[in-house]
């Protein structure tokens, strides 16, 4: 069992930046491969970026490339999402989740956390 606890997410303007951040308790952290999705109001809940377990291979959402970026410090048992340029489709809830593969679809993941609200006003 594997919990997740995000933090982070607020109100920004449009062009501004956030730090999102998930924290891990329970089994090794550095044997997940991590993902951040998000979820806008009426939508499904879609990829946004994955990294490895080693921290090496990174996906990315094609419209958030460039301006995001994900990151982990196993020591810390914690992901990150760095996200700059925001804009105001990127507002949504952000979640973080584990997988044991890397993977960019939501099936993929057995491990979820609560969320947290990111909203960009224009």
């Known amino acids: 069992q594997v919990q997740l606890v995000e933090s982070g997410g607020g109100l920004v303007q449009a062009g501004g930046s956030l730090r999102l951040s998930c924290a891990a308790s329970g089994r090794t952290f550095s044997r997940y491969a991590m993902g951040w999705f998000r979820q806008a109001p009426g939508k499904e809940r879609e990829f946004v970026a994955a990294?490895?377990?080693?921290?090496?291979?990174?996906y990315y959402l094609g419209s958030v490339k460039g301006r995001f970026s994900i990151s982990r410090d196993n020591a810390k048992n914690t992901v990150y999402l760095q996200m700059n340029s925001l804009k105001p489709e990127d507002t949504a809830v952000y979640y973080c989740a584990a997988s044991e593969n890397l993977a960019t679809t939501k099936n993929a993941y057995a491990y979820w956390g609560q969320g947290t609200q990111v909203t960009v006003s224009s």
């Open positions: 990294i490895s377990w080693s921290g090496g291979p990174t």
